[in-house]
Structure formats: structure tokens, C-alpha cells
């Protein structure tokens, strides 16, 4: 999975509960990404990192946050956990060189996560 | 804004019959088109991508993808199925360019291809 890592793999939490996931890359790629993956919508985009302490917002950016202290970490937090937050998240990674505009996107192997 | 299209859910054919999985997109500007496998309990994975160029594009274990431009297709295409590319494939193209390069992908909802013995 192309150098990338995701923890935890698996996570059960209850509703109101605060909770973040970590990406973890060594391969040095300038952009990180989250997206969350749920039947019939394929994988929609939560936030974006396009270098340290930059970020955006992606088009399902409600009840997240991000940040990245460092290229190689990419944290989501889920601030309050909420029942429509149960998804997969995939953190993804590109441009290991400034200037790359075209590169494909590598995905790490995702987390499951379940808002009880 | 741009879009990716997957008209079909789901996808049987038997092994060794070619396979096609569909994908209609619409762009403003030259489409930057990308196709990528999901294997269960997995990320996805880089199967092929168009730029320019050859109209066929080669990927990996095998597949290629056609893209027609006056069709607004980039289908993804194999000569002869395994069973082992049993998998949800996902059509993506590229949104827009933002300064620095960065590149977003829109994807489509998914093709589940079962391949049957």
C-alpha cells in the first residue's frame, strides 16, 4: 500500500465521543487526503493537506477536522462521533515532487469505523 | 464541474470471456482519467491512467482502458477474466488543478465485477 499506514484498523465508539484517526506515510508525497467510502457513493472527499499546516476543506468536511504537524502525519478527527460518521476512511497520498499535478493517488488500507 | 459516470453496478461475466466495465465522464478542459481496484477489506489500488496520448491505455494485471473522446467513455477492458479479478473498480477523474499542483479526483460510485469459475 505504498507506504502508508492507518490506525487504527478497526474502532467501535459511541455517539458524542471524540475520536482520531492517524495516516502515517514514508514516502514523502506532498498531498495527504481523507475520504470516507459508503455503498453507493464511492469515495467522496472529507479534507485535504497540501503541504505542513496546510489544509482544506473537501465536499463532506461537516463534524471534521485535520491537521498535519508534519509531512509525514495526517490526523482526522471526529469532534463530537455521530452515527452517520460510521464509514471506512481511506487516507491517500500524492506528488512526491513539487510540480506533479497529474499523479495518481495511492491509498493506505483503510479504517473501519462504527458510531454505536 | 467535472463528473465520472459508472452506468452499472455490478458486472458478471465468466472466466476467461473478456470483461468491460464502464465509465462515462464530463470535463471542462482535457480530461484526466483514472481507473483503480478495491480487493475485500482493502484500499484501492492504481490500475491505469489517461494524460494524452494513444487512445488504449495499458495498465496493470493485464487491463487496459479505451478512451473516446466523442463518446465521453473510458472503459476499462480485459481480453480474458480471472476469478481472482473479482473486485469493486472505481472510474475517477480529475477535478481541477489548484496552484502547486495539487489534484483532486472525483470518483464514481463503483462497478462490482464478479467472475465466475
Known amino acids: 500500500d505504498a507506504g502508508i499506514t492507518q490506525s487504527p484498523r478497526h474502532k467501535v465508539t459511541e455517539t458524542g465521543t471524540p475520536v482520531t484517526l492517524r495516516c502515517h506515510q514514508t514516502e514523502n508525497h506532498r498531498y495527504m487526503y481523507w475520504y470516507r467510502q459508503d455503498p453507493g457513493h464511492g469515495l467522496r472527499l472529507i479534507h485535504y493537506?497540501?503541504?505542513?499546516?496546510?489544509?482544506d476543506k473537501g465536499e463532506v468536511s461537516d463534524g471534521y477536522s485535520v491537521s498535519r504537524s508534519k509531512t509525514e502525519d495526517f490526523l482526522l478527527t471526529l469532534e463530537s462521533a455521530t452515527s452517520s460518521q460510521t464509514s471506512v476512511y481511506f487516507c491517500?497520498?500524492?506528488?512526491?515532487?513539487?510540480?506533479?499535478?497529474?499523479?495518481?493517488?495511492?491509498f493506505g488500507p483503510g479504517t473501519r469505523l462504527t458510531v454505536l | 464541474a467535472q463528473s465520472v459516470a459508472q452506468p452499472e453496478d455490478q458486472v458478471n461475466v465468466a472466466e476467461g470471456n473478456p470483461l468491460t466495465v464502464k465509465c462515462t465522464y464530463s470535463?471542462?478542459?482535457?480530461?484526466?482519467l483514472f481507473w483503480y481496484v478495491q480487493y475485500p477489506n482493502r484500499g484501492l489500488q492504481f490500475l491505469l491512467k489517461?494524460?494524452?496520448?494513444?487512445?488504449l491505455v495499458k495498465g496493470s494485471y493485464g487491463f487496459e482502458a479505451e478512451f473516446n473522446k466523442s463518446q465521453t467513455s473510458f472503459h476499462l477492458k480485459k481480453p480474458s477474466a480471472l476469478v481472482s479479478d473479482s473486485a469493486l473498480y472505481f472510474c475517477?477523474?480529475?477535478?481541477?488543478?489548484?496552484?502547486?499542483?495539487?489534484?483532486?479526483?472525483?470518483f464514481g460510485a463503483g462497478t462490482r465485477l464478479a467472475v465466475h469459475p
Open positions: 491517500a497520498i500524492s506528488g512526491r515532487e513539487t510540480g506533479e499535478s497529474y499523479n495518481e493517488q495511492f
Open positions: 489517461y494524460i494524452t496520448g494513444d487512445n
Open positions: 493537506s497540501y503541504g505542513v499546516k496546510d489544509t
Open positions: 475517477a477523474v480529475r477535478d481541477k488543478l489548484f496552484s502547486g499542483g495539487y489534484n483532486k479526483l472525483i
Open positions: 470535463v471542462s478542459g482535457n480530461p484526466y
